[in-house]
């Protein structure tokens, strides 16, 4: 051992870094705890999406609630589009130009 770094010394190391990890492991099992909790709560939040289905690798539907409204969107990489609407259990019918062009919102669509 190098002068001055006694047995005791090192046993005191090993002791404060077993108990580092024993407070991080706590930590970590008590921030998973209230995730579960936050997540099981989820009846506070406005929108919830119910479930989705992809069509493909890059296509999928969504269906959303938000409020008392429940909406059927349509999901491509460039757009998202109001397929069908409820509210209340009574069927909607979506306004034709219910999409919404996501290079558009980003400011990513150029003209060519």
């Keep these: 051992m190098p002068p ?3 047995g005791a010394d090192l046993f005191r190391m090993i002791g ?9 492991a706590a930590l970590l099992w008590t921030l998973k705890r209230m995730q579960a ?15 989705t289905m992809s069509l493909n690798t890059r296509h ?3 269906l959303v609630r ?3 409204h429940e909406v059927l969107v349509g999901v491509s ?9 409820w509210t209340n259990g009574q069927a909607v019918t ?14 990513a669509k150029h003209d060519a």
């Design 37 to 51: 909790k936050m997540v099981s709560q989820g009846g506070s939040r406005r929108l919830q999406v119910l479930e």
């Design 60 to 62: 999928k539907l969504a």
């Design 94 to 107: 979506p306004q034709p130009q219910a999409h919404f062009d996501l290079q558009e919102l980003s400011g």
């Design 66 to 68: 938000v409020g008392d």
């Design 16 to 24: 404060s870094m077993a108990l580092v990890l024993i407070v991080m």
């Design 4 to 6: 001055g770094f006694s």
């Design 77 to 85: 990489p460039a757009q998202m589009t109001a397929l069908a609407q």
